[in-house]
T-cell receptor, first 114, second 114 residues
Framework: GAGVSQTPSNKVTEKGKYVELRCDPI?????LYWYRQSLGQGPEFLIY????????DSGLPNDRFFAVRPEGSVSTLKIQRTERGDSAVYLC????????????FGPGTRLTVL | AQSVSQHNHHVILSEAASLELGCNYS??????LFWYVQYPGQHLQLLLK??????LVKGIKGFEAEFIKSKFSFNLRKPSVQWSDTAEYFC????????????FGAGTRLFVKA
């Protein structure tokens, strides 16, 4: 079946603008994760959802970042008042609902803030 | 806070050489441990994982990893690498009872010379 998809694949924006990044998980996966990966680093945990609720958002760097998953499937990561330091690849992953299950990653969205 | 340390950022080997990539984590409780791999142009994918039981875990493509609890380590090994193993390798950990939050290491970029 289809894997995790993310749109857009690339996003260029100007400092101070608002952006939305979308993730479509694998059908039936109740857990969904967002990560941020900067050059030369591993994925940095941002938030994960179990169903519709954000079960752990401790990785969100500040209140400019917000994510939703209103129907327990598609998720949107929202970044307000973007800063140049937000430039990174934003990865989404999904998994079945038990702790420790394999996470299936999407291709990522490369965000560039000018 | 949990953290993961990967000892080598870049490794260059010739085909048929043996591989060992180091990974240490900091967390005192029960953990689930993972190695993910990212081949050039592809998404992150699971190589192997440890939950409990036999500390020597075998994964895909001839890889294995050994969990040594007393050393907080989960090193990845392969007896004989191939050119197709050229990729970036990430060690990751989540707290066994703490939910789904997963912490990744910075990654090791492996280049295998044909």
């Amino acid at each position: 079946g289809a894997g995790v998809s993310q749109t857009p694949s690339n996003k260029v924006t100007e400092k101070g603008k608002y952006v939305e990044l979308r993730c479509d998980p694998i059908s039936g996966h109740t857990a969904l994760y967002w990560y941020r990966q900067s050059l030369g680093q591993g994925p940095e945990f941002l938030i994960y959802f179990q169903g519709t609720g954000a079960a752990d958002d401790s990785g969100l760097p500040n209140d400019r970042f917000f994510a939703v998953r209103p129907e327990g499937s598609v998720s949107t990561l929202k970044i307000q008042r973007t800063e140049r330091g937000d430039s990174a690849v934003y990865l989404c992953a999904s998994s079945l609902g038990e702790v420790g299950n394999e996470q299936f990653f999407g291709p990522g969205t490369r965000l560039t803030v000018l | 806070a949990q953290s993961v340390s990967q000892h080598n950022h870049h490794v260059i080997l010739s085909e048929a050489a043996s591989l060992e990539l180091g990974c240490n984590y900091s967390y005192g409780g029960t953990v689930n441990l993972f190695w993910y791999v990212q081949y050039p142009g592809q998404h992150l994918q699971l190589l192997l994982k440890y939950f409990s039981g036999d500390p020597l875990v075998k994964g895909i493509k001839g890889f294995e990893a050994e969990f040594i609890k007393s050393k907080f380590s989960f090193n990845l090994r392969k007896p004989s690498v191939q050119w197709s193993d050229t990729a970036e390798y990430f060690c990751a950990v989540n707290a066994g009872t703490g939910g789904f939050k997963t912490i990744f290491g910075a990654g090791t970029r492996l280049f295998v010379k044909a």
